[in-house]
C-alpha cells in the first residue's frame, strides 16, 4: 500500500479529530509550551531593555566633561553643544552657570537657579521639547512649594539682585544630572564658557569617546578636559552580557522535551493502531510521514490559541517588538524539536513486529 499526499494529509486530520482525549493531551502541551516559553523569554528580555532604556535616560551612555583645574575659563558652550555633529555622539549639551538662589516666599530656602544649552534636553529625558527656551522647574519643588506652568516665584540673591522667574514647563526628571535636582532650570543660547559638558554617546562609540577621542573634540585652554562616566559601568552590565546569561536560556529546550514526552506517552498507547497500518502495507517512512502530519495539524489548531493568549499579553504589558521577537523564535525552535522527534519516534515504532503490535489491542 502506497499513500499519496493527499491521502497523508487527510488521514492526518481524521486521526487529530478521532483522537479525543490523545489529541487534547498533545495539544495542551503544545499551547501551554509554546505560549509559556514566549511570555517568559518575552518578559525577561523586556525587562532587560526596559532598564537598559532606563539606564540611557539617567545617564548610562553619558559622559561628563569639566574643565580642567588649571582653565580658568570653563569649557565653550557652543563648542559641546557642537558636539553633536561628530561621530558616536548623540546629543550634547552644557550647563552654562549655576548659583545658589533664595526663594523670596520661603525665606531661608535655597535651590538652584541653573542655565542650560538646549542640547542638555537631548541628553537626558528631562521633558524639554526640542528648541525650548525658557524657565523649567524640577518637579521636587512642584511637589515642595507648589511651583509649577505659570507660576512666577520671586527670588533673592539672584545674580544682579532680586528677580522672577515664570515658569514655562516641569522637568519629567532629573535622573543622572545632579546639578539640575531642586532647581529653577533657564535654557539659554549656548554662548560663553560652561562649567560642565555632557554628552549622550552612541554605544559602540561610548567607550572610545570615554577613553580618549572627547577629550580631543574639547581642547580647554591651558589644560585638558577631565571626563567621567555619569554612570559607572562595570563589567557584564550590558543587555548583551544580560542576555547571554538569562535564566529563560534553556527554557525552550525544557517544554520541547516535554512535548515530546507527551508525544511518546500518545504513541504508546497507540502501538496496535500504528501496528495496524505497518500490516497494510504502509512502509515506516509512510509511518513517518503521518506522525509528522498528524503533528504538523495539531500545530496548526495550536497557533490561534497561542496567538490569542500572546495578543492578550502584548495588550496589556506593551512589550518591545524585539523582546516578542525573541520569545517567538524560542517559541519556534519547540516546534522545531516536536517535529525533528518525529522521524526516531516512528523508527521505534516501525521496530516492533507487526503481530507484537496487534496483540495490544
Not at 512642584?142 to 522667574?165: I, M, N
Not at 527554557?251 to 522535551?257: D, E, K, Y
Request: hydrophobic share 45%.
Amino acid at each position: 500500500m502506497s499513500w499519496r499526499a493527499d491521502c497523508l494529509a487527510h488521514e492526518g486530520a481524521r486521526n487529530v479529530l478521532r483522537g479525543g482525549f490523545r489529541t487534547l493531551l498533545v495539544l495542551g502541551s503544545i499551547v501551554i509550551g509554546v505560549s509559556v516559553t514566549v511570555i517568559a523569554v518575552g518578559s525577561q528580555v523586556d525587562g532587560f531593555m526596559v532598564d537598559e532604556a532606563s539606564l540611557a535616560g539617567e545617564g548610562g551612555f553619558v559622559l561628563r566633561a569639566l574643565p580642567g583645574s588649571n582653565s580658568p575659563d570653563g569649557i565653550d558652550s557652543a563648542r559641546c553643544e557642537n558636539l553633536r555633529s561628530q561621530d558616536g555622539v548623540v546629543a550634547a549639551g552644557s550647563v552654562v552657570t549655576s548659583d545658589f538662589i533664595e526663594l523670596a516666599s520661603f525665606p531661608g530656602t535655597r535651590i538652584r537657579k541653573v542655565d542650560v544649552s538646549p542640547g542638555l534636553s537631548g541628553v537626558f529625558h528631562l521633558g524639554i521639547d526640542p528648541g525650548a527656551m525658557g524657565v523649567f522647574v524640577d518637579s521636587s519643588l512642584r511637589e515642595e512649594f507648589g511651583l509649577g506652568v505659570g507660576s512666577v516665584p520671586g527670588v533673592v540673591d539672584a545674580p544682579g539682585g532680586e528677580e522672577s522667574f515664570p515658569v514655562v514647563g516641569v522637568l519629567t526628571s532629573t535622573q543622572g544630572v545632579e546639578e539640575l535636582r531642586r532647581a529653577l532650570v533657564a535654557v539659554v543660547p549656548p554662548e560663553g564658557p560652561g562649567e560642565a559638558c555632557f554628552v549622550l554617546a552612541r554605544p559602540d562609540r561610548y567607550e572610545a569617546l570615554r577613553d580618549a577621542d572627547l577629550v580631543a573634540l574639547l581642547p580647554v585652554d591651558n589644560s585638558i578636559a577631565l571626563v567621567s562616566e555619569v554612570v559607572p559601568r562595570g563589567s557584564g552590565f550590558s543587555i548583551g552580557d544580560r542576555y547571554r546569561s538569562r535564566r529563560t536560556r534553556h527554557l525552550w529546550i525544557v517544554f520541547g522535551m516535554m512535548i515530546v514526552a507527551v508525544s511518546e506517552l500518545v504513541r504508546r498507547t497507540r502501538r496496535s493502531e500504528l501496528a495496524l497500518y505497518r500490516s497494510v502495507g504502509t512502509s515506516p517512512v509512510e509511518l513517518t510521514w503521518l506522525l509528522i502530519v498528524e503533528n504538523l495539524w495539531l500545530s496548526f489548531l495550536a497557533l490561534p490559541v497561542i496567538a490569542g493568549v500572546l495578543v492578550i499579553w502584548v495588550a496589556v504589558n506593551h512589550p518591545f517588538r524585539a523582546s516578542l521577537a525573541h520569545g517567538l523564535h524560542d517559541g519556534a525552535l519547540i516546534l522545531v524539536v516536536v517535529v525533528a522527534q518525529l522521524p526516531l519516534m516512528a523508527a521505534v515504532a516501525g521496530s516492533r513486529s507487526v503481530m507484537d503490535g496487534l496483540k495490544d489491542r
